[in-house]
């Protein structure tokens, strides 16, 4: 089976790199190219496992990368070579205008994340009178803000896709079983009211198989975009934790 989905969950190629930029903690003055090509590159292959159809832009920043990786290659001349002869200039940094561009989105992206809290402020004012909300308190206090983006995600299946090359079972025959996601959240919400607890990530890959990974991680995605389950991650990098949320049911709804 072949799966082509759209995504609209990374809002362009400069979110990637700002998001590679932060996680990694690098200087965005001085970004070395080699090791933020290699990040990007690999969340790229692992849109492409998933066989998303990645917009152009996104590739025409990977070329982008690639060629300033290049530039950054080439024999820097010494300051006296060029000292006698003033007519030479020298080349500016290639990533100078990669940098001005960064700078620019992380601006926008700031006073749009400012716009955003002032509009979930205003969001909390409210004109009628106070009423007990005493009943309500137990439910609140179970709601936490997740800190588990697509990118987490996709992290832990690219570390999910390198554990089953290393653990893949040999078969003597293996046959093909088609599965809708529609049917795996299903199965997915069933597991986890089983489980009565919050699980690994890596336990709802029980099947080796790319379809059966890419629906599995698909329908995980529609989940949490239905807020049925609940992710967490306590630090950067450490292993990813799903559960079913409180008061829904093993069919989610």
Do not use: C, W
């Given at each position: 089976?072949?799966?082509n989905v759209?995504?609209?969950?990374f809002?362009?190629?400069l979110?990637?790199?700002?998001?590679?930029?932060?996680?990694?903690?690098?200087d965005?003055?001085?970004?070395?190219?080699?090791?933020?090509?290699?990040?990007?590159?690999?969340y790229?292959?692992?849109?492409?496992?998933?066989?998303?159809?990645?917009a152009?832009?996104?590739?025409?920043?990977?070329?982008?990368?690639?060629?300033?990786?290049?530039?950054?290659?080439?024999?820097k001349?010494?300051?006296?070579?060029?000292?006698?002869d003033?007519?030479f200039?020298?080349?500016?940094?290639?990533r100078?205008?990669?940098?001005?561009?960064?700078?620019?989105?992380?601006?926008?992206?700031?006073?749009?994340?400012?716009?955003?809290?002032?509009?979930?402020?205003?969001?909390?004012?409210?004109?009628?009178?106070?009423?007990?909300?005493?009943?309500?308190?137990?439910?609140?206090?179970?709601?936490?803000?997740?800190?588990?983006?697509l990118?987490?995600?996709?992290?832990?299946?690219?570390?999910?896709?390198?554990?089953?090359?290393?653990?893949?079972?040999?078969?003597?025959?293996?046959?093909?079983?088609?599965?809708?996601?529609e049917?795996?959240?299903?199965?997915?919400?069933?597991?986890?009211?089983?489980?009565?607890?919050?699980?690994?990530?890596?336990?709802?890959?029980?099947?080796?198989?790319?379809?059966?990974?890419?629906?599995?991680?698909?329908?995980l995605?529609?989940?949490m975009?239905?807020?049925?389950?609940?992710?967490?991650?306590?630090d950067?990098?450490?292993?990813?934790?799903?559960?079913?949320?409180?008061?829904?049911?093993?069919?989610?709804?």
């Amino acid at each position: 089976m072949i799966y082509n989905v759209k995504t609209e969950a990374f809002e362009g190629p400069l979110d990637l790199l700002l998001h590679l930029i932060n996680r990694l903690e690098i200087d965005i003055y001085d970004i070395p190219v080699a090791d933020i090509t290699d990040q990007y590159l690999n969340y790229i292959h692992a849109m492409k496992e998933l066989e998303l159809d990645v917009a152009s832009e996104y590739l025409v920043m990977a070329a982008t990368l690639l060629a300033i990786k290049s530039k950054m290659l080439l024999p820097k001349y010494e300051e006296h070579h060029f000292e006698e002869d003033a007519s030479f200039e020298m080349e500016s940094d290639p990533r100078d205008e990669l940098v001005e561009k960064l700078l620019e989105y992380r601006a926008f992206k700031d006073a749009a994340d400012q716009f955003k809290q002032m509009e979930q402020d205003r969001g909390l004012v409210f004109t009628k009178p106070p009423s007990d909300l005493s009943e309500f308190a137990a439910s609140a206090e179970m709601e936490r803000e997740l800190d588990v983006s697509l990118y987490d995600m996709l992290g832990a299946l690219q570390k999910l896709l390198r554990r089953k090359k290393l653990q893949k079972p040999v078969y003597a025959k293996i046959e093909k079983q088609e599965i809708s996601i529609e049917t795996r959240m299903k199965d997915i919400m069933v597991f986890l009211h089983n489980k009565k607890g919050r699980i690994s990530f890596f336990e709802l890959f029980p099947v080796p198989e790319k379809p059966h990974i890419v629906v599995t991680f698909l329908s995980l995605l529609e989940l949490m975009k239905q807020k049925d389950i609940q992710v967490e991650q306590e630090d950067n990098f450490s292993e990813i934790f799903v559960a079913a949320k409180v008061g829904v049911d093993s069919l989610g709804s």
